[in-house]
């Protein structure tokens, strides 16, 4: 239906609009029924529907919905269609709920793997957690239900998540922080976003002016509104001034009414709250009307779908002498309370009420011919070695052909509101490990957990699955992926390091009482791992299959382009085994020579191919501007420097067989004005200031060389002119003002400088 919202909004009076501006209990929004404006209710997320059967009433139980992967699990499949279709599905529960926004994706960085909350996020690399984010995004939103991207901005971790203020620069937020919220917002049209707890460079997320209209607003175009985490609001006004709409959940009148004052008093201009109310409205009448009553989903299916989502997300670590897949017909031992009483979600806002729950022991009994029995292993409530578990474990193992371990992280080990201290596993399910490994050489060990842990008991076991927090459906999709119905195709959205001192963030994790400084930079993830030439326990993007993959080709369709137009890489990649299988093809670029630090290789495309024994296919990838810029602080926007890019594919982050060259000549300017302080080489990638840039800089290189031609003299040793060589070299890294004075030779004033810098600007138009 469409409304006129701006007649609509000019008939509120201030103290309706101001009540918008809060929620109506824990998961609603008011109404103003003088005007006819609903109610709509909203409710997390991320990755199932965690509502209670009376939103109003906080003691109402939680519904029964299904428990799809969490993200690190989605985004291991590296699957945009099957994400879309989660979204799709959640959407559908939410139809069938009457909820209007689910609370998520929440598409934060993983800056280290002790993040309390990394079990939700997608991934270490912002354009993969991006994408993923955007189809789930699509999913949702295509049945007329809303999302809320979360935790806008740099929430990474959850140690004094209200109150820490993270410290980071400018081109890492927007390289890395806020770039995973891109898609989801520019491509996908997230309605509504929700601003973390903590602070970014001393503002709280709820009033950062520069996350909620510079960046949100401005640069994106963002047109839904922003809400508040639970209670991450400070102060109200100042709040709405910067750009967040509404604060959730409601926490009496107080706040309203200081909204409504500060207009009264002339502080606060009514266009602001105006404008907040018009977004609000925006998004709670198009959820609203896409409402349907007595909406039915097929719980069945949604549950095949948390089954068949879970199998693409598991990941294939290790598969020694090809033990993996199980023949049906070996004796198994199935070992660990987890194959019985699965872990299959993370603690806290996300923990939702399965309606259905699959555990893997009876779905190892279905699948299997041969005989399978259980045994326990370790307690699940703590993490004590219990001798007597391990020895009837180490006894069953033995007896069979093949012993199949599910251990993992408890979920005390984990959850939101608070970050681990450490990367292990329960002691008991470490020695487990070792011991029926030592006893039965064919051993499995299917991981549950929602974070990289150590794994000093890997050398020991012959195969790995990491299976993360897989859903409701974890279970049956294991025993899919073990007994080769389901031929694994997962890859790690982030890297398992050897050792907690091994990651990037290990110096400022998780930072002081007050600040957490993000030292590392630009430097997250395997960006971290390739610059170190550290390898970690597995990089990011790796995962094994049942078939094997060869790269055979990339080809190009230009050799050189313009940062206005794009290039198309094509990949071909076959199937040299012999079942079907999957591979996640992989494009990186990495700067040639760049003037300014870049990480070695960033991720810029992926493609997820289903290939038949023998089949190939080419895969094709279009590369704009984007995928050569870096986010330049001086014009605070993307640039591409002119230069030569070097185009990689493969199976993983380190592992990238093949590579193409193209040479980006940039259009753009990478700063505001000339200024006596910009550099030669800035001017010499400009076709305007170039041939200026080039005699300016020769010029004062003759000058500077006669100089030092009349000292090498001087001094009797002609040898010093290989030193001026040498610095001359560098001469174009030198700003113009090295034109005057005695580094210029001598010949240009300041007076002249001057001359030279307004004539330059004219020339840019600057
Ligand atoms: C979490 C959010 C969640 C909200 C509502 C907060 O504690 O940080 O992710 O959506 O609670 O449950």
Redo the contacts with the bound molecule.
Sequence with gaps: MSRNIKELISQMTLEEKASLCSGLN??QTKAVERVGIPSIVM????HGL?KQANPGDMSSKTVPATCFPSGAGLASSWDRELIREVGGALGEECLAEDVQII??P?VNIKRSPLCG?NF?YFSEDPYLASEMGAQHVMGVQAKGVGT?V??FAA?NQETL?NSINTIVDERTLNEIYLRAFEGPVTEADAWTL?C??NLVNGDFCSENEYLLTEVLKKRWGHSGFVMT????INERVKGLQAGLELE??YAGPERDRMIVEAVQAGELDERVLDEAVERLLGVIWKTFDARQEGYVYDREAHHALARQAAAECMVLLKNEGRLLPLDPKQSLAVIGAFADKPRYQGG???HISPSRLDAALPAIRDAAEGEVAFAQGYGLTDDVIDEKLIAEAVALAASKEVAVIFAGLPESFES??FDRTHLHMPASHCELIRRVAAAQPNTVVVLSNGAPIAMPWLDAAAAVLEGYLGGQASGSAAADVLFGRVNPSGKLAETFPVSLEQTPAYLNFPGGKNEVFYGEGLFVGYRYYEAKKEKPLFPFGYGLSYTTFAYEKIEVDKALMKDTESIQVTVTVRNTGSRAGKEIVQLYVKPVDSSVVRPPKELKGFEKVSLQPGESAKVTFTLGKRAFAYFNTDIHDWFAETGIYEIVAGPSSADTPLSAEVKVISTGIPFRKVTRNTKFYELLAIPETADFAEKAMNDSVEGLKQMGAMFAESMGDGSLMLLFDEIMKWKKYDGLRSMAGLMGGGKTTEADLDQVIRELNETLGL
């Design positions: 824990m998961w409710t997390d997320g991320p965690r609370l998520g929440a909350r939700e809320s979360k935790h929430n998540r929700m973390a707890y985490d639970w209670g991450a959730m959940p806290g806002s996300s939101e509101g």
